[in-house]
Structure formats: structure tokens, C-alpha cells
């Protein structure tokens, strides 16, 4: 099956600097990566998302790319602001059971510091 | 758009009873829908997938006859947690799939069960 490892656990920035995590896979079938946001006692939020037949996705701030060779998916952060602090989680879809299922990354806690 | 509410979003409830949470699509028809439970400070651990209608599909190490879901209605699915015990205290969060939208899961407020 799937299996998504997300690195760093943790990510401590300084306002107005980038930030990147990093995830890789391990089923070559997966075709849809996105990322989720997810503040203290909150529901995870899609705030991006990338599909298979493309290599780089942006949306103003945050952009995410993917290297299908190497099944490896990244999301890039630029100009952090405080409000950006959150615990982010990638996935990976499978398909299972008839299902389009998404499994997902151990998630990484970024902290943005004024 | 891509509203998904559940309820509530607390419940604390004394160990052996059960306790249902809902998951509601408020503004598009959900042709499947998942749940998953989280512990603190832990990921998103899927628990099972239902499509409305049908017996939900269940993850390995998950107790079916524990954790009970009905999808009534493309709106609608319930988890109930029967016979609760302490260690059933998590967070439990559902979420959507809109029916055109293979791959996009739209998630709720999640539920937080404590047992006591």
C-alpha cells in the first residue's frame, strides 16, 4: 500500500522567509497530491493541490511542485507572515476498494516568529 | 462552496454508552465519504470509506461492529461509537468527496469524544 513520509516534523521561520516541506511516496499509482492546513482543534483545509500531468502548481504565496521519478512532492511557502503557523499535511491518493483514498503525511508543525 | 458540517462538535459520555456523530454535505452531494480519527498531535488516520447506500469499507485494525457507519443519503453519514471506552477518546473528523470531483476531500469541523 501507499506510504507518505513528511519531512520536518517541525519548521521554525523567521517572518518574511520561505519555508518547504518536503513528502515522498511510495505508490507509483498515486495521481493526486494535495496539502492540507490544519490550525489547532480545527478541520484540515485543501490549500493546494497538484495532479500528476503537471510539474509545478502556484497560487500567489504558496506553490507546490512534483517529481514523479523521484515520487517526491514539496510545498514552498515564500514571504511567511505569523497567521501562516499551522500544522501542514501532504497526501497521496490511492485507489482502493474501489475508492480514491488519500493517505497522508505525519504533517509538519511551522512556526512563524515576528 | 464545499461545506461539510458534523455534530456535535463535543461530546462527553460515560464508558459502555454509545454516541453518534454526524457528518452533513450542506452544499453539494457527496458520492463518497470518509472518516478518520486523530490523535493529538498525530495525523489524519483513515478509518473507513462509504458511498451512499452501500456497507462502509473499513481500514485493517478498525472494528467494524464498534465503529458503525451509515451513509443514508448522499448528504448525510453517521459514525456511532458503541459501547465507548476511554481509549475511544479522540478527535474524529469526516469529510467528502463531491460527486464530479474524484480526488478533492472537503473535511468537517471534526468531533471530539472524550469518555470517561
Known amino acids: 500500500g501507499e506510504n507518505v513520509e513528511q519531512h520536518p516534523s517541525t519548521l521554525s521561520v523567521q517572518e518574511g522567509d520561505s519555508a518547504v516541506i518536503k513528502c515522498t511516496y511510495s505508490?507509483?499509482?498515486?495521481?493526486?497530491f494535495p496539502w492540507y492546513k490544519q490550525e489547532l482543534g480545527k478541520r484540515p483545509q485543501l490549500i493546494i493541490d497538484?495532479?500528476?500531468?503537471?510539474g509545478e502548481k502556484k497560487d500567489q504565496r504558496i506553490a507546490v511542485t512534483l517529481n514523479k521519478t523521484a515520487k517526491h512532492f514539496s510545498l514552498h511557502i515564500t514571504e511567511t507572515q505569523p497567521e501562516d503557523s499551522a500544522v501542514y499535511f501532504c497526501?497521496?491518493?490511492?485507489?482502493?476498494?474501489?475508492?480514491?483514498?488519500?493517505?497522508f503525511g505525519a504533517g509538519t508543525r511551522l512556526a512563524v516568529h515576528p | 462552496g464545499a461545506v461539510v458540517s458534523q455534530h456535535p462538535s463535543r461530546v462527553i459520555c460515560k464508558s459502555g454508552t454509545s454516541v453518534k456523530i454526524e457528518c452533513r454535505s450542506l452544499?453539494?452531494?457527496?458520492?463518497?465519504m470518509f472518516w478518520y480519527r486523530q490523535f493529538p498531535k498525530k495525523s489524519l488516520m483513515l478509518m473507513a470509506t462509504?458511498?451512499?447506500?452501500?456497507?462502509?469499507?473499513?481500514e485493517q485494525g478498525v472494528e467494524k461492529d464498534k465503529f458503525l457507519i451509515n451513509h443514508a443519503s448522499l448528504t448525510l453519514s453517521t459514525l456511532t461509537v458503541t459501547s465507548a471506552h476511554p481509549e475511544d477518546s479522540s478527535f474524529y473528523i469526516c469529510?467528502?468527496?463531491?460527486?464530479?470531483?474524484?480526488?478533492?476531500?472537503?473535511f468537517g469541523p471534526g468531533t471530539r469524544l472524550t469518555v470517561t
Open positions: 469529510s467528502a468527496n463531491e460527486r464530479g470531483r474524484a480526488y478533492e476531500q472537503y
Open positions: 505508490d507509483s499509482a498515486s495521481n493526486y
Open positions: 497538484i495532479r500528476s500531468n503537471v
Open positions: 497526501a497521496a491518493s490511492l485507489i482502493s476498494g474501489g475508492y480514491n483514498k488519500l493517505i
Open positions: 452544499d453539494f452531494q457527496a458520492t463518497t
Open positions: 462509504s458511498n451512499e447506500g452501500s456497507k462502509a469499507t473499513y
